[in-house]
């Protein structure tokens, strides 16, 4: 995963994705996922996106900051109420995870 950490702070995300896509399937599992689904959201590639984080998810139904990642991608795309729950799952995972936090305020009660 370096290499595609790599490739993603040089600019190159296409390469970054294909390397983070060989990483998840070589054994670096959920982390990959995480860092290929964050990657493309951040291009804007938010349905791709989703799908990466749910395999990433279901690999790893514990780790706060798929959740989070995932709760945002979803938001993003006005499923509120199912990013909702993701965050606060990631923030009682992770208290000390402050950008969820603050995400789940920026929600808002019940929209």
Aim: a negative charge; proline letters at 3%.
């Amino acid at each position: 995963m370096t290499r595609a950490s790599a490739r993603h702070l040089a600019g190159d995300a296409e390469g970054a994705l294909e390397d983070y896509a060989r990483a998840a399937s070589d054994g670096a599992g959920p982390e990959a996922l995480l860092l290929r689904g964050g990657l493309l959201h951040d291009l804007g590639r938010r349905m791709e996106a989703e799908e990466v984080l749910r395999r990433a998810r279901a690999a790893a139904p514990e780790n706060a900051a798929i959740a989070f990642r995932l709760a945002r991608v979803l938001a993003d795309g006005g499923a509120v109420a199912e990013a909702r729950l993701l965050a606060e799952e990631a923030v009682a995972r992770s208290p000390s995870l402050e950008e969820a936090r603050a995400f789940l305020a920026s929600l808002g009660e019940g929209q």
